[in-house]
Each structure stands twice: as C-alpha cells, then as structure tokens.
C-alpha cells in the first residue's frame, strides 16, 4: 500500500465507528503507514453549497491490516 492507493475498509471496529467510518467504506491513502496506521481519507457524503456540489471527506488512521487495496495509484 502506498500514497493515493484506493482502498476498501475490510473490518469494522470501534475507532472507526467513532469516526464515522465502517466495513465497505471507500478512501484515498495520504500518508504511508507509520507503526502500522495509514492516514486514510474515506468519501463522505456530498452536499450543494451556493450553487457547488462539494464533499465532505472523513480522516482516520486506519490499521494497514484492515484495508483492502482496490486501485493502486
């Protein structure tokens, strides 16, 4: 896995939940793993802002072990 790898969140666990994030869930990598955690930003929900359709994006350290990689980059 490697920065801006597309990825799939393959377990749920508590501290993602808490996040808002679960089992299924699609992100970009943006940090390398450091002591096992990658930096992940999962796809939020989208929104219209004064005539702009933007996203609202979700960042959590996300255990390497618990990511599938769907794309590479």
């Known amino acids: ?40 930003f999962f796809d939020g929900e989208y929104y219209e802002d004064h005539g702009y359709t933007l996203r609202v994006d979700i960042e959590v350290a996300v255990r390497a072990e618990d990511l599938e990689v769907i794309y590479g980059s």
């Open 1 to 40: 896995m490697k920065e801006l790898d597309r990825v799939k969140l393959i377990k749920d666990r508590a501290e993602y939940a808490r996040e808002g994030v679960h089992k299924d869930d699609v992100g970009t990598i943006m940090m390398g793993e450091r002591n096992g955690y990658v930096l992940v």
